[in-house]
């Protein structure tokens, strides 16, 4: 603290206005307290700005192509020309515009006050936000939500130029589709963006660092999302050394993971211990009595819907409520050829917990809808436990699949059984009837296939 | 396989302490995940700390007894899997018991405590330990009736089983059910090994203690003319204290397996305390040699903080025999239970105009229950007499009391 500092008291200090910040802010409010909100760049954070909402924008530009090329087979006159990304970009800016205003009106309504600025820790209950360039100011608060989210790293052997080598974000800004793209990465991120790309005309390599793409996901996922990148066109090397390839391709992607935004805090100062990498936190979201942490710089996935969640939860519990973050599923969504999402354990998992598990897995070829949509790759596998029959996890390929995981999210939160996924009516014919029928093999008695003989 | 240091976390209300009052597993054994390990003793409740994940217990690194500090390590895990979530704290004060997350990205190992969102919300409001209920659903689902029932002490759980021993004429299934934990558990289990191990004898005794209620009042009035404060029980345990020390075998512990008493050299007294919570024992340590103004003062302190369930874990450590004073409630006499490993008790009733008989004339007089309990195994009946006169003594002229 520097003598004669003017600081302005404050209830409820939340750092940070992405996905989970704003939420928090919101929730807080709603309960009563009074929150003041510091965020550097616009609401709605990397996620809104220049993640999750954007780059399913591309993703969706991309796959509508994909999808009236496929068409003409049947009878649909032939795409013709090149995507205008020009247009693209400016509906793009449009839509993300259009959803920043509807956070920022939000927060407006709620009473949120709305800092622009950069936060640092100066005491146990005392930030100094540097506003621009010249201005600071101090703010004594009660309580402190850390909502400051991640960034992308890079590699050593390709560090960001912001021009050619570049982080995701940049990706989705581009102007026009680069004639070679390597995307060095084999998560999620990569991924759709290696598919986008190559669905948009582009030569793509997808160099993954490990030996399979979407690690973390069930094996036969990361199978999936491999055969469908190759159909897509994405050429994919596997425990790849990306650095020769980099040397040709017009433009590269590196999406190596992030790191917590926790360094330019200055935590010591709150007398809190800087993690070496993410923040554990208890149920209530704490750090300390009177200090929060929620979204990516906590230990867990760096999702989106994990951090409005916590958001929540730790509104919640801003507000005097009995709150706590026991989501048993976060799902996982990928929007790539095809679609993939997972919500739960991975047969993997399973197994090396020990727990007796019941797989029914039901292959699209055997659906209507998926016959119509000529996608008849993908499947559902879902895993039961053996013992009650609870659903323990959900593993989905093929189109919608991103949508069909909320209903296997919900079953896993009711603690629902095989029986009650397949005496469950699904309208026919949609992709969701996979599921019903996936919950009948795993009892051993579908209609819709053969079981193997015995 | 990788090996996990499980730490104490903060248990709450800022103890930087706890002792570890009961191992639940040994070294060796497979444990699930959330499945208790250890049970840890703070000064208001017992607090089963729950695996973080599935493993094996491969080391122990504390023993029953042991007080331990925040961030110790308790035993060490192999597991499976790494253990990457929640199991401690960064900082200090936080307010909650961690729960640990579960390994995997998302649902815990098997199918783990099932219970909708809404039954866990409802859980929360109600102050439900979900992992205390059985769930009537399939596969061990939990309602949202499971928990109100719970809520309202009938427990779902067939547990006539785990009453134990004698057979019961009684059907337990029968009744309203209100579950043991905490400060309350502890008694019963403190109290069950009291009246299964100590052959226990109490006399009663009569004191005549108008002077010594004079001495308390005038003590009081001084204390309070100098901002201080002078608790009544202060004298009692300086009686107490004073007749502890000239008879040792009352300030002893049996050693049984070595056959052997123990006279303790500290004279530590605690102080039976009704608390929001249940029944502690907040401890005066050298009582015999504290001033008589900074007995009252430790006496105020440790009754106080017990009352407002502050007590820290170390001011109920360390106790060689315990008053009771049921005064304040107008008890009268009463067989108490030792605790072990405490070999005698005294309590004291409230101090009541009695008429009794002086030279021959029935006269009014302030008189006060005394009831002293010992243990048999370790006192003769003729050292209890002995030990109960001293008292009276003290009290009856308690001018005695004043001069230390």
């Given amino acids: 603290m520097v003598a004669g500092d003017q600081s302005d008291p404050v209830d409820c200090l939340i750092l940070g206005a992405g996905p989970g910040g704003y939420v928090a802010a919101l929730r807080a409010a709603q309960l009563g307290r009074s929150v003041t909100l510091i965020e550097r760049g616009r609401v709605g954070g990397v996620c809104l700005n220049e993640g999750c909402i954007p780059s399913k924008h591309l993703s969706r530009f991309a796959a509508a192509k994909a999808a009236a090329e496929k068409l003409t087979s049947s009878g649909m006159p032939a795409f013709a020309g090149v995507p205008d990304m020009a247009a693209f970009q400016k509906s793009r800016a449009a839509a993300v515009g259009l959803l920043v205003k509807g956070v920022s009106s939000l927060l407006e309504a709620a009473g949120v006050t709305v800092i622009t600025g950069s936060a640092r820790f100066v005491g146990r209950t005392r930030v100094c936000v540097e506003i621009g360039e010249e201005r600071v100011r101090y703010f004594d608060f009660k309580d402190v939500v850390i909502a ?307 | 396989m990788a090996k996990f240091e499980f730490r104490l976390p903060d248990i709450g209300e800022g103890l930087a302490e706890a002792e570890v009052a009961k191992w639940l597993v040994s070294v060796g054994d497979r444990v699930t995940e959330d499945q208790p390990v250890v049970e840890m003793m703070t000064d208001k409740a017992s607090v089963e700390l729950p695996s973080p994940g599935a493993g094996v217990v491969v080391e122990q690194r504390v023993a029953e007894g042991d007080v331990v500090k925040t961030g110790a390590v308790l035993y060490v895990l192999e597991t499976e899997t790494q253990i990457g979530a929640a199991t401690g704290y960064q900082a200090a004060g936080a307010e909650a018991v961690a729960r640990p997350a579960a390994a995997s990205a998302a649902v815990p190992a098997g199918a783990g405590i099932l219970a909708p969102p809404a039954v866990r919300k409802l859980a929360r409001d109600l102050g439900v330990d979900l992992a205390t209920v059985k769930g009537s659903g399939p596969g061990g689902r939990i309602s949202a009736k499971d928990v109100e029932r719970h809520a309202a002490g009938v427990n779902t759980s067939p547990t006539t089983g785990e009453v134990g021993g004698e057979p019961s004429s009684i059907p337990l299934g029968a009744g309203q059910r209100v579950r043991l934990r905490g400060v309350h558990k502890r008694m019963a289990e403190t109290m069950a090994l009291s009246a299964r191990t100590i052959p226990h004898v109490t006399g009663f005794h009569e004191l005549d203690a108008g002077a010594f209620a004079d001495l308390a009042a005038r003590l009081r009035r001084g204390a309070e003319s100098r901002g201080a404060r002078f608790p009544f029980d202060t004298l009692l345990v300086r009686a107490v204290a004073i007749a502890l020390r000239r008879h040792p075998i009352f300030n002893a512990s049996l050693d049984e397996a070595r056959g052997e008493i123990v006279m303790h050299e500290e004279l530590n007294v605690g102080v039976a305390t009704a608390t929001p919570e249940g029944l502690i024992v907040p401890v005066v340590k050298h009582a015999d040699t504290l001033e008589l103004d900074r007995l009252a003062a430790e006496v105020d302190r440790v009754s106080s903080a017990a009352r407002e369930g502050k007590t820290a874990v170390s001011d109920v450590q360390g106790g060689t025999f315990t008053i009771s004073n049921t005064g304040a409630w107008r008890g009268g006499y009463g067989t108490s239970l030792i605790r072990p490993p405490e070999v005698a008790l005294v309590a004291f009733g409230r101090i009541e105009e009695k008429a009794v008989v002086r030279d021959g004339t029935v006269v009014a007089r302030s008189m006060m229950p005394m009831s002293v309990t010992f243990d048999h195994r370790v006192i003769d009946g003729e050292a209890g007499l002995s030990f109960a006169l001293t008292i009276r003594s003290l009290i009856e002229d308690p001018r005695q009391l004043d001069e230390h």
Avoid: C
Avoid at chain 1, 235 to 241: F, G, H, I
């Fill in chain 1, 148 to 454: 400051t989210g991640s960034r992308a790293l890079d590699l050593d052997a390709l560090p960001f130029d912001g021009e050619r080598i570049v982080e995701p974000s940049r990706a989705l800004e581009w102007m026009a589709v680069p004639a070679s793209l390597l995307v060095v990465g084999d998560d999620y991120v990569a991924l759709e963006i290696a598919v986008a790309y190559a669905r948009l005309g582009s030569k793509v390599t997808l160099a993954g660092l490990r030996e399979r793409l979407l690690p973390g996901f069930d094996r036969d996922l990361s199978a999936a999302a491999q055969r469908g990148a190759h159909t897509a066109g994405v050429e994919v090397l596997l425990s790849s050394d990306p650095s020769a390839q980099a040397r040709q391709a017009d433009r590269v992607v590196v999406s190596a993971g992030r790191r917590a935004n926790v360094d330019a805090l200055d935590l010591s100062a709150a007398g809190l211990t800087a993690p070496s990498t993410l923040f554990k936190v208890d149920p209530q979201l704490r750090l300390d009595r009177h200090v929060f942490a929620i979204g990516d710089v906590t230990e867990g996935l760096p999702l989106a819907h994990r951090a409005m969640m916590q958001g929540r939860v730790v509104g919640d519990v801003l507000g005097g409520k009995a709150g706590a973050f026991d989501s048993r599923a976060i799902p996982r969504a990928v929007f790539a050829e095809p679609e993939v999402a997972s919500v739960g354990m991975t047969e993997a998992e399973a197994q090396s917990a020990g727990v007796e598990i019941s797989i029914g897995r039901f292959p699209l070829a055997a659906l209507g809808r998926a016959v119509i949509e000529s996608a008849t790759a993908g499947f559902a596998k879902l895993i039961f436990a053996m013992d009650g029959g609870a659903l323990l996890g959900a593993h989905l390929a093929g189109p919608r699949s991103t949508e069909l995981v909320a209903e296997m999210a919900l079953a896993l939160e009711m603690g629902a059984t095989a029986e009650d996924l397949a005496l469950t009516i699904h309208a026919h014919p949609t992709f969701a009837e996979s599921l019903m029928e996936a919950a009948e093999v795993s009892l051993g008695r579908p209609v819709h296939v053969r079981l193997p003989k015995k």
